[in-house]
DNA sequence: TGAATCTATAACCACGGGTAATATTACTGC
DNA sequence: GCAGTAATATTACCCGTGGTTATAGATTCA
């Protein structure tokens, strides 16, 4: 907020705004860094005091950058979905085009992209699930942003093919937290390949329990 | 831990075990139902101080039958999970000899009753999560818990059709997850009705993305 | 009654989020 | 250069909550 304040009119007030920030431009994102690294090494249980000493500096400096502890966790949470969210459109770029028949290609990318993401990164997840409340807005956010991603692909697809698009969105709500759950209980004891496990996803929401078995024994 | 030592030898401890424990039966009961009411008042920032007044007692006494928080947390989520599998139960009991033509009602009613369930006490729920890790093996229990009923259900239908039953497991998780957050998503704006949302799930579950929105317009 | 013991309480400790009061650095005008 | 000023950083602190200890109150058997 106000990075630069535009000058005034009053000469007082010029000489006021004149004065450079000192604070450095890359900073909030560096503490961002400093932050995700003692979560990624300490656990769920990082306190503002060990993040502000990874990053050098003392407790009221964080408190500076970020409102309070609920603003870096919303910090964190928006940087989460910037970078899932592009990896998604990654894999959903070509989704528009896609055929009926290639569409499990698309549905699988997606699946694999998004298990690669919780896989890689689980502290973070865990830190925002458990320190944010459900209902927090930045964790709506992300699940809004990813679903709506989702969702305007199917409801393209849908549209173009003649389909009723309003189930769209319900089916993008339902698609992510299939993923993360599945992905979440599979990278706990990963008894199947993850291979197996994004085949498996993608017969479900591709064609659903009466057909997902198929394939595999045509009867 | 303890709850009743056995007899040793001496007669100095026989004379000790003899005392009748003063401890109330239904005690432990009435200090979760009292710990769920306070937690459904004011929230999850519900304190074991709080709780321990709504119960009429104060904390050591509640850090007596449940160990520590963390204790009262595993017991909270044990008894949700317990009412939670039961309803799904009564909901897949004739699940067993259903054929493929009414599968959809069983799905149906499986996901009404688990929709209807974490609608009615989202206070819980949040609780749960908020206050306990992701990974905490309460919340996977009840994971687990739920997912293996459902898991059994499709095993069984899959090996009776002749079918893989491999990725029952996977496909259960998948399930919790879809309904949970779709659920969660809907509880939240409500912007279609509930029979809506439930008739979305189970088409999606049922026969996926590139068969739900047939029936509604068979092309 | 009195000794022994189980139970509940009040007072306390530790620790983490959050915030003044205070020191320090850097820039401006003379 | 040198004050004066404003931004920045630090130390020290407050407060609430999980968890424990020291102590008082019941209750049972002799």
């Given at each position: 907020m106000t990075p630069m304040?535009?000058?005034t009119d009053t000469v007082a007030a010029a000489a006021v705004v004149a004065r450079t920030s000192r604070r450095p431009p890359g900073r909030r994102e560096a503490l961002l860094a400093a932050a995700l690294d003692v979560i990624r090494r300490?656990?769920?249980?990082?306190?503002?005091?060990?993040?502000?000493?990874?990053?050098g500096i003392t407790k009221p400096v964080l408190y500076r950058y970020f409102r309070d502890r609920d603003g870096l966790i919303t910090a964190l949470a928006d940087q989460f979905a910037d970078v899932l969210v592009a990896r998604l459109q990654l894999a959903l770029r070509d989704a528009a085009r896609a055929t009926q028949t290639d569409a499990d290609g698309v549905i699988h990318r997606a699946i694999e992209s998004y298990v690669g993401f919780i896989e890689e990164d689980p502290a973070l997840y865990g830190f925002l699930t458990q320190h944010a409340p459900p209902e927090?807005?930045?964790?709506?956010?992300?699940?809004e942003r990813v679903a709506g991603a989702i969702a305007g692909v199917i409801r393209d697809n849908f549209t173009a093919q003649g389909f009723d698009p309003r189930p769209a969105v319900t089916f993008a709500h339902g698609i992510v937290g299939m993923v993360h759950?599945?992905?979440?209980?599979?990278?706990?004891?990963?008894?199947?390949?993850?291979?197996?496990?994004?085949?498996?996803l993608t017969a479900l929401v591709?064609?659903?329990?009466?057909?997902?078995?198929?394939?595999?024994?045509?009867?």
């Open positions: 304040p535009d000058l300490v656990g769920t249980s990082a306190s503002m005091d060990e993040m502000a000493a990874e990053a927090h807005p930045a964790l709506i956010a992300v699940i759950l599945a992905g979440a209980s599979w990278a706990r004891n990963r008894d199947i390949s993850r291979e197996e496990l994004v085949d498996d591709s064609r659903g329990l009466t057909g997902a078995a198929t394939p595999l024994q045509p009867r």
